[in-house]
């Protein structure tokens, strides 16, 4: 027998095991699960609820919601100015566009998750990146303080994912600090499940082999854990669910046909869910409004929705106006893709497709309701509330 450390406490985040998709995998775990809940999520993607995870701050405070945000001036991709001249049949090629950004992610020394996806390059050198730095170590976040901020100011051991390695490598890695007793904390997150479900959709029979794998090799990790700690905590968590795409839209065609100079009157970014407008001369904000008001397609999210979900910004810097699509259409072509995918995440946060998950084997106190809560319970988990 050899000795046993005192504590650990797991976080394990599995991308876009919502509420929904998790009820309908009811041998993930069995057994195991002492307790479980939905949780609410917020609008957006990835870019905006993980930082709000690690912070328990929304984005309107943490300052990350979208990936790209207009500002021609702060621009860090001016020096791409050249590549609209390529002929841009080579960059719609999905491997092409994978080398470019790992390219320009160099170039601009972003140490955060880069993807150009299909950011037109005659705009790229207009927009700024918010996610540049890693939010996985400390100073990660542009305001506010994360747990890693805060695990590292208390000199506590953690293990935290290397975002660059597949999945099995990450299991192998965590599993590797936790027979050597390195850590009191981790923090792991696997992406899979949501690329499986983008690919696939929410029906596909290949998820119930994933969960299968997911299962064996969280039940491994946490045999580890029980065989070199006394006390083990573990959570199961993730940071939105999943919608199938049921039709998509081409919503830049209902734009450019109005009489308005792009870069002159407005600018706009098309996410895959939403787009978002900025009106750089008042004369474009009407016709705008109008062309989105009453469609059949999506609506105008108003400031009052905005702010009651954490993603309004005073200074515009995510767009001065905001369209949601209906939940289910997806824009294509967008910034984001120019093919539609089977699923998609971003849509209304209320739907219950939308709603996150978290699993414990232990009791979930009632005051944990939204995605932004796991920092307390993590808080709590360390002794540090
Ligand atoms: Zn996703």
Same mark, same amino acid.
């Given at each position: 027998?050899h000795?046993?450390?005192?504590?650990?406490s797991?976080f394990?985040?599995?991308d876009?095991l919502?509420?929904e998709?998790k009820?309908?995998?009811?041998?993930f775990?069995k057994?195991l699960?002492q307790d479980?809940?939905?949780?609410?999520t917020?609008l957006?993607?990835?870019s905006a609820c993980?930082?709000?995870?690690?912070?328990g701050?929304t984005p309107?405070?943490?300052?990350?919601w979208?990936?790209?945000?207009?500002?021609p001036t702060?621009?860090?991709f001016?020096?791409?100015?050249?590549l609209r001249?390529l002929?841009?049949?080579?960059?719609s090629r999905?491997r092409i566009?994978?080398?470019m950004?790992?390219?320009?992610k160099?170039?601009c020394?972003?140490t955060g998750y880069?993807?150009?996806?299909a950011?037109?390059?005659k705009?790229?050198p207009?927009f700024?990146y918010a996610?540049?730095?890693?939010i996985?170590?400390?100073?990660?976040?542009?305001?506010g303080?994360?747990?890693f901020?805060r695990m590292?100011?208390?000199?506590?051991p953690?293990?935290?994912?290397?975002s660059d390695?597949?999945?099995?490598?990450?299991?192998?890695?965590l599993?590797?600090d936790?027979?050597?007793?390195?850590?009191d904390?981790a923090?792991?997150s696997f992406g899979?499940?949501?690329a499986?479900m983008?690919?696939?959709g929410?029906? %596909?029979?290949? #998820?119930?082999?994933?969960?299968?794998w997911y299962?064996?090799?969280?039940?491994?990790l +946490?045999? $580890?854990a029980? =065989?070199?700690y006394e006390?083990? %905590?573990w959570y #199961?968590f993730?940071?939105?669910?999943?919608?199938n795409?049921?039709?998509?839209y081409? +919503?830049? $065609?209902?734009? =450019?046909p109005?009489?308005l100079?792009?870069n002159q009157?407005y600018a706009a970014?098309?996410d895959?869910?939403?787009a978002r407008?900025?009106? +750089?001369?008042?004369?474009a904000r009407a016709?705008?409004?109008?062309?989105l008001s009453?469609?059949?397609k999506?609506r105008i999210?108003?400031?009052?929705?905005?702010k009651?979900s954490?993603v309004?910004?005073?200074?515009?810097?995510y767009?001065?106006?905001i369209?949601l699509?209906?939940?289910?259409?997806q824009?294509v072509?967008s910034f984001?893709g120019?093919?539609?995918?089977k699923?998609?995440?971003?849509?209304n946060?209320?739907?219950?497709d939308?709603?996150?998950?978290?699993?414990?084997?232990k009791n979930i106190?009632?005051?944990?309701?939204?995605?932004?809560h796991i920092h307390?319970l993590?808080l709590t988990?360390l002794?540090?509330d």
């Open positions: 027998m000795s046993k450390k005192e504590k650990l797991l394990i985040f599995i876009a919502g509420w998709v009820q309908r995998q009811p041998e775990l057994g699960i479980s809940k939905p949780l609410d917020i957006g993607y990835s993980d930082p709000s995870i690690i912070s701050l309107s405070e943490h300052k990350l979208s990936s790209f945000y207009y500002d702060g621009s860090p001016k020096w791409t100015r050249f001249l002929p841009s049949a080579i960059f999905g566009r994978n080398q950004s790992k390219l320009i160099r170039v020394g972003f880069f993807q150009i996806y950011v037109p390059f705009y790229l207009l700024n996610e540049q730095k890693r996985w170590e400390p100073g990660g976040l542009p305001y303080e994360s747990i901020d590292t100011q208390e000199g506590i953690y293990h935290v994912h290397d390695i597949p999945d099995d490598l990450r299991f192998e890695r599993a590797a936790i027979q050597n007793q390195r850590i904390f923090y792991c899979r499940l949501d499986l983008h690919a696939e929410t029906d %596909s029979p290949n #998820i119930k082999k994933l969960m299968q299962d064996g090799k969280i039940r491994a +946490l045999d $580890a029980e =065989e070199n006390e083990v %905590s #199961i993730t940071d939105h669910g999943m919608h795409v049921t039709g998509s081409d +919503l830049i $065609a209902d734009v =450019e109005l009489d100079e792009w009157d970014f098309y895959s869910t939403m407008f900025w009106f +750089l001369d008042e004369r016709p705008i409004i109008k062309a009453n469609h059949p999506g999210l108003s400031e009052q929705e905005l009651a954490g309004w910004f005073e200074d515009g810097q767009g001065d106006l369209f699509m209906n939940s289910g259409t824009i072509p984001m120019i093919k539609p995918t699923g998609m995440h971003g849509f946060p209320a739907d219950p939308s709603r996150a998950a978290l699993s414990s084997n106190s009632a005051n944990i309701t939204k995605i932004q307390q993590m988990e002794g540090l």
